[in-house]
């Protein structure tokens, strides 16, 4: 089976520009995670999804951070205009319904400079 | 709201002597509680889960973890310590409700022959 994928894998922008993140998950799983681990922190939620729906966002900076979920499979992660604050790992995960275990990618490891 | 807390952030072994790597939960009702693995470069792995059934949980690779409510703690231990064991780890708490995974800050194991 073919693990949660994601591109690019190392990007690196300078302050206010924008940059777009892509995420594949596992095959049929309903719900898809965004996460953003700062060096030394463990990983913290930005978005959860529930097939195309959102199901919590509470922790997205949304006044620059966007996300959407293509007809429920692919999901994107964008921000415009970066701050060097931002400079993490964004962790996609999967999951199927009503079960405990996420699946993670390797992760894009963003710095802003 | 429901938290972990992971008392050491790096902890050293020699190769073969036993791991213990501790955390502390906090959490206003039986929480389901996790222990993640995170090998540099590459996703995080579920190493054991705990969900209300057995106090002592049995993961992968030779881990396991006890649940014990009267300390309100989650230790994960391994007998004896192989040099690919070398990774961080993380302490996990779910939020009821939305699945929400709450992440420990970590603690780096680090192993010398």
């Known amino acids: 089976e073919a693990g949660v994928a994601q591109s690019p894998r190392y990007k690196i922008i300078e302050k206010r520009q924008s940059v777009a993140f892509w995420c594949n998950p596992i095959?049929?799983?309903?719900?898809l995670y965004w996460y953003q681990q700062i060096l030394g922190q463990g990983p913290k939620l930005l978005i959860q999804?529930?097939?195309?729906?959102?199901?919590?966002d509470s922790q997205l900076p949304k006044d620059r951070f966007s996300a959407e979920r293509l007809k429920g499979v692919d999901s994107t992660l964008k921000i415009q205009p970066a701050k060097l604050e931002d400079s993490a790992v964004y962790l996609c995960?999967?999951?199927?319904?009503?079960?405990?275990?996420?699946?993670f990618g390797p992760g894009t490891r963003l710095t802003v400079t | 709201a429901q938290s972990v807390t992971q008392l050491d952030s790096h902890v050293s072994v020699s190769e073969g002597t036993p791991v213990l790597l501790r955390c502390n939960y906090s959490?206003?009702?039986?929480?389901?509680l996790f222990w993640y693995v995170q090998h540099p470069n590459k996703g995080l792995q579920l190493l054991l889960k705990?969900?209300?059934?057995?106090?002592l949980v049995k993961g992968i690779n030779g881990f396991e973890a006890e649940f014990k409510k009267s300390e309100t703690s989650f230790h994960l231990t391994k007998p004896s310590a192989h040099m690919s064991d070398a990774a961080e780890y993380f302490c996990?708490?779910?939020?009821?409700?939305?699945?929400?995974?709450?992440f420990g800050t970590g603690t780096r194991l680090l192993v010398s022959p």
């Open positions: 995960a999967s999951s199927p319904l009503a079960t405990y275990e996420q699946y």
């Open positions: 095959s049929g799983h309903a719900t």
């Open positions: 999804f529930q097939n195309n729906g959102v199901v919590d």
């Open positions: 959490s206003s009702y039986s929480p389901s």
């Open positions: 705990y969900t209300s059934a057995a106090t």
């Open positions: 996990v708490v779910m939020n009821t409700g939305f699945q929400k995974l709450v």
